[in-house]
T-cell receptor, first 115, second 112 residues
C-alpha cells in the first residue's frame, strides 16, 4: 500500500519523443507536486496542484504540461523531449499547508533518460 | 527570491563522531523541513520545524531552528554507518504557498 506511487520508474527515450509520467497518492492529501532532481541532486519545484487547481507553475518550458484529473492524481506530460530533460522526476503530496504544515511525501521517482 | 544554502555539501566522518550540518536561508520563514535521501531512493521526511527555537530529536539526529539568524542545524551524535545518506533542508518560501525551496543537500558518508 504505497502512499505516493509513480510510473514508470525508469524511462529511456529519444529526443523529440513525447512521454508521460503518472502519479497517484492514497493519503487523502489535497496538494500534489512535481519536482525535478538534476544530476547534481538539486531539487526544484516544477508544479503544484491543490484540489485539481494549478497553484504553482515555475519557469518550466511549455513542453511540460501537468494534468490533475482528480486530487489523487497528478500526471506530467512532456512534449518534444530534449537531452536536458534527463533527470529524476519526483511526485509528492501534502495536506494543505498553512493549516497543518505537513511535510511532503515523495514518490520513488522516475528516472528519465533522453538519448 | 529565497535562497537556501547548506554546508558542508560533502561530509565524511568516522563512526562514533559528532558533527553538525548547517542550513542558512535568505528571507524570513518560520517553516523548515529536513529530509533524508538514500542513493537511488526517494526522500524521507525527518523533521518539521515550525517556530523559532524549535528543537526536535530522533535517535542520533537533532534539528533546531533559529528564525532570527535564519539558520537551522542538523546535529549528528555518535554517527553510525546507517546514517550515510544525503540530507536536504527545505524552507517554505512564503507561508502557505506550498512552495518549498531546497538546499543542495549534504552527502554524508560514515566510515567504520
Amino acid at each position: 500500500d504505497t502512499a505516493v506511487s509513480q510510473t514508470p520508474k525508469y524511462l529511456v527515450t529519444q529526443m523529440g519523443n513525447d512521454k508521460s509520467i503518472k502519479c497517484e497518492q492514497n493519503l487523502g492529501h489535497d496538494t500534489m507536486y512535481w519536482y525535478k532532481q538534476d544530476s547534481k541532486k538539486f531539487l526544484k519545484i516544477m508544479f503544484s496542484y491543490n484540489n485539481k487547481e494549478l497553484i504553482i507553475n515555475e519557469t518550466v518550458p511549455n513542453r511540460f504540461s501537468p494534468k490533475s484529473p482528480d486530487k489523487a492524481h497528478l500526471n506530467l506530460h512532456i512534449n518534444s523531449l530534449e537531452l536536458g530533460d534527463s533527470a529524476v522526476y519526483f511526485c509528492a503530496s501534502s495536506r494543505q499547508t498553512g493549516v497543518n504544515n505537513s511535510p511532503l511525501h515523495f514518490g520513488n521517482g522516475t528516472r528519465l533518460t533522453v538519448t | 527570491e529565497l535562497k537556501v544554502e547548506q554546508n558542508p555539501l560533502f561530509l565524511s566522518m568516522q563512526e562514533g563522531k559528532n558533527y553538525t550540518i548547517y542550513c542558512n536561508y535568505s528571507t524570513t520563514s518560520d517553516r523548515l523541513y529536513w529530509y533524508r535521501q538514500d542513493p537511488g531512493k526517494s526522500l524521507e521526511s525527518l523533521f518539521v520545524l515550525l517556530s523559532n527555537g524549535a528543537v526536535k530529536q530522533e535517535g542520533r539526529l537533532m534539528a533546531s531552528l533559529d528564525t532570527k539568524a535564519r539558520l537551522s542545524t542538523l546535529h549528528i551524535t555518535a554517527a553510525v554507518h546507517d546514517l550515510s545518506a544525503t540530507y536536504f533542508c527545505a524552507v517554505d518560501s512564503s507561508g502557505g504557498s506550498e512552495k518549498l525551496v531546497f538546499g543542495k543537500g549534504t552527502k554524508l558518508t560514515v566510515n567504520p
